[in-house]
């Protein structure tokens, strides 16, 4: 249920490598979400030699927003380097957009995650007004899962009332950004996204399995 | 006033590099679009390759629509191999986000264009229900430019009745994508952006040139 965001730097002051954060934390991450500022750093090859470091799934998360033919091209290079997942904004539309993406991801074994709201404050003046109609989207397509960030609880417990257990809820916006550690498992959400919380860290390896208990102790009261 | 989209593969069936096209159209274009397709193939550097190829602008577009943090990181990466241009959503919102990528662009002397509307059929279902909006942030935040499609026409004469001559309007969809080579400049356009029609010619200079006549004469044929 944790998912960590690799996001350089690596270590308070860069001195890790990207390869450390994931020895370290392999252990207690479900998968890791690697983003832009890593892949334009060292290219696609550090989906691959995540995956030959530890056995975890790969997200690769441009956040893409364009037309069809562009999200293909995207998705056959990110399934060349062994990704699992990608995310793509849903409010880019179904049609000659996210309906090729979805095409494609299914012919090269790529599970889509569509963000459906998120969690810095200019989400509220477009993206959110559509975050209803962005669930269903997902949930129509039969997408693997959505993102909905950890400061909106109310928006997780909403995303899965409507999508039930169709859907997986990935939350990101935990520790640095605010929301508590544990706080999107209680409210519904499957995986946890935690970033420069334990990337930043001294000990990263440390900090990932306090998260990782902290979160196996949340579920554990607010199941209870 | 053409821009030449420079997407993967080049030529007919890849015969051609990257270089090859810049060389060859760089008398008649006024800049590069540069994507995600191109940059996970060859790394940022082509961007300054591109740069030291033609003295031509280079606008690079991944669509970015994340949180500010990785907007800013990904501003600073490109403008170190030296882009002019950023083009990202102004779906996702201004606060902590686009004002973030804003004030970055500025400090690293980086244009801002945001996307105001798609080309594909997907693009009515949430982005054009706020058009005006996105045009309308865009002005206020005194960006360089809005991306309008060439296949709406009355979204471009929009967005210059709003926008007087305070944003450049940069018009995608032309070629392949279905409409005529200056239909978007008889429009309100600034800039056609040109791909496959150009790129994937068996004489990509030749069509460059075809194209940029085209649009004079189309200028020349609407304006009088």
Known sequence: MLVVALDPPFGPSGEYSVYDIVEETCEVAYGYKVGLPLVLEQGLKVVSEIKSTCKGRVIVDFKL?????ILVNVAE?????????????GFIGLRDSIDKLVE?????????ILVASMSHRGSEEFIDK???ELVNLSLDLGVHGVVVPANKPGL??????IAGNNLRIYSPGIGVQGAEVGSALC???DYEIIGRYITRSPKPG???REVFEKQVES??????
Do not use: N
């Open 104 to 112: 494609a991801a299914s012919r090269y074994k790529l599970d889509v």
């Open 65 to 69: 927003a364009d037309i069809g033919d």
């Open 130 to 132: 559509h975050f209803e």
């Open 206 to 208: 440390e900090k990932a």
């Open 219 to 224: 579920v554990r009261k607010c199941q209870s």
């Open 187 to 189: 409210a519904g959400a």
């Open 77 to 89: 290079k990110i399934s060349r380097y062994r990704a699992d997942a990608v995310i793509a904004h």
């Open 156 to 161: 997780i417990r909403r995303a899965r009332q």
